[in-house]
T-cell receptor, first 113, second 114 residues
Framework: EPEVTQTPSHQVTQMGQEVILRCVPI?????FYWYRQILGQKVEFLVS????????KSEIFDDQFSVERPDGSNFTLKIRSTKLEDSAMYFC???????????FGQGTRLTVV | AQSVTQPDIHITVSEGASLELRCNYS??????LFWYVQSPGQGLQLLLK??????LVQGIKGFEAEFKRSQSSFNLRKPSVHWSDAAEYFC????????????FGKGTTLSVSS
């Protein structure tokens, strides 16, 4: 069964460093998303991406964040100058169509120290 | 703005008993509605979805949910809970047009007692 894969599963980084979280969405899906879940809190939408551009973003997704689809399979989230409060589980998801069911990856746990 | 409310933070149910998890949404039109389950340390797995049509939808693992427009609710039910159902359950809503973001509720943690 096709699935969304994320790497790494766990990343530890020092405050102020840049991190890149990687995702391989399901191959025939056209919409890609990043969500985050701070420990013990709800899942929050960050950004959606379609046709090689951002289609929607939340207020969380400020200039510190960027997304890219560098090739036909990968979808990345870059966090510049990480802060302690960026520590969270980051989920990538993809869907065939807008508003359709999203399939989630297993997540990358980011720990900023 | 869209929002999703799951009024119960934590529910404990005896194994074999029935379960109902509540979800209310706020949205101007009929949204797409979802229930996801998250086991500890795992990602989110889709249990079921409602787009249109029959308001009672069946999902995986014996779960079902009923969309009630008049109550803006989409409650999740299971007639007989198994110990393996212990997890966190999230209700989510999406635009039914061009919007793509899922808005999640805060989740309900289900514990199953023997």
């Amino acid at each position: 069964e096709p699935e969304v894969t994320q790497t790494p599963s766990h990343q530890v980084t020092q405050m102020g460093q840049e991190v890149i979280l990687r995702c391989v969405p399901i191959s025939n899906h056209l919409y890609f998303y990043w969500y985050r879940q701070i420990l013990g809190q709800k899942v929050e939408f960050l950004v959606s991406f379609y046709n090689n551009e951002i289609s929607e973003k939340s207020e969380i997704f400020d200039d510190q964040f960027s997304v890219e689809r560098p090739d036909g399979s990968n979808f990345t989230l870059k966090i510049r100058s990480t802060k302690l409060e960026d520590s969270a589980m980051y989920f990538c998801a993809s869907s065939e169509r807008a508003g359709g069911e999203a399939f989630f990856g297993q997540g990358t746990r980011l720990t900023v120290v | 703005a869209q929002s999703v409310t799951q009024p119960d933070i934590h529910i404990t149910v005896s194994e074999g008993a029935s379960l109902e998890l509540r979800c209310n949404y706020s949205y101007g039109a009929t949204p797409y509605l979802f229930w996801y389950v998250q086991s500890p340390g795992q990602g989110l797995q889709l249990l079921l979805k409602y787009f249109s049509g029959d308001t009672l939808v069946q999902g995986i693992k014996g779960f079902e949910a009923e969309f009630k427009r008049s109550q803006s609710s989409f409650n999740l039910r299971k007639p007989s809970v198994h110990w393996s159902d212990a997890a966190e359950y999230f209700c989510a809503v999406a635009h039914n047009q061009a919007g793509t973001a899922l808005i999640f509720g805060k989740g309900t943690t289900l514990s199953v007692s023997s």
